[in-house]
T-cell receptor
Framework: DAGVIQSPRHEVTEMGQEVTLRCKPI?????LFWYRQTMMRGLELLIY????????DSGMPEDRFSAKMPNASFSTLKIQPSEPRDSAVYFC????????????FGPGTRLTVL | KQEVTQIPAALSVPEGENLVLNCSFT??????LQWFRQDPGKGLTSLLL???SQREQTSGRLNASLDKSSGRSTLYIAASQPGDSATYLC????????????WGLGTSLAVNP
């Protein structure tokens, strides 16, 4: 298996622009997680899907952030409008059965908002 | 509220040394604890997972211990190699919250040839 796939790997955009991050989980995994990592705050869980349904989005910073999982093999995290403080590395992870199982991480998307 | 702390934030050792990375957590009511490795520009790789009922787990040159009562875990790396250079993170899953991992900020390890 190719593992968790994320695109793009790097994104540089200007403040106010819409940003869409993409994730393809490992085939057969039914849980998907979006994380954000910064030097100051470390890893933060943004949202967690189980069987394509959002279970916990309490980590989503504000209404500018939204996430979807239209099917078992694809998820998006959208930021609209983007702000410089959104600059971070965004990771997607998947697991077989949610939190009890080991999560497998993608390589991340490094987002820079100017 | 569970908090996870990792000390030191950075560590530099010569090749061949045995070393210990520390992770502490404030609430002993945990479900499990995991150690991850993160290489620059890459995602995280799970190294070891210790269930709350276990005291240690081993994988190759790595040994992780768990002392719930004192709120501590250590990751022991034997005979360190330059390829071990990475950031090591620990994450705790609370017993009362099946939905989130609480992460430390990591220890950045450099093993010098």
């Amino acid at each position: 298996d190719a593992g968790v796939i994320q695109s793009p790997r790097h994104e540089v955009t200007e403040m106010g622009q819409e940003v869409t991050l993409r994730c393809k989980p490992i085939s057969g995994h039914n849980s998907l997680f979006w994380y954000r990592q910064t030097m100051m705050r470390g890893l933060e869980l943004l949202i967690y899907f189980n069987n394509n349904v959002p279970i916990d989005d309490s980590g989503m910073p504000e209404d500018r952030f939204s996430a979807k999982m239209p099917n078992a093999s694809f998820s998006t995290l959208k930021i609209q409008p983007s702000e410089p403080r959104d600059s971070a590395v965004y990771f997607c992870a998947s697991s077989l059965q949610g939190f009890p199982d080991t999560q497998y991480f993608g390589p991340g998307t490094r987002l820079t908002v100017l | 509220k569970q908090e996870v702390t990792q000390i030191p934030a950075a560590l530099s050792v010569p090749e061949g040394e045995n070393l210990v990375l520390n992770c502490s957590f404030t609430d002993s009511a945990i479900y499990n604890l995991q150690w991850f490795r993160q290489d620059p520009g890459k995602g995280l790789t799970s190294l070891l997972l210790i269930q709350s009922s276990q005291r240690e787990q081993t994988s190759g040159r790595l040994n992780a211990s768990l002392d719930k009562s004192s709120g501590r875990s250590t990751l022991y790396i034997a005979a360190s190699q330059p390829g071990d250079s990475a950031t090591y993170l620990c994450a705790v899953k609370d017993a009362g919250n099946n939905r989130k991992l609480i992460w430390g900020l990591g220890t950045s390890l450099a093993v010098n040839p």
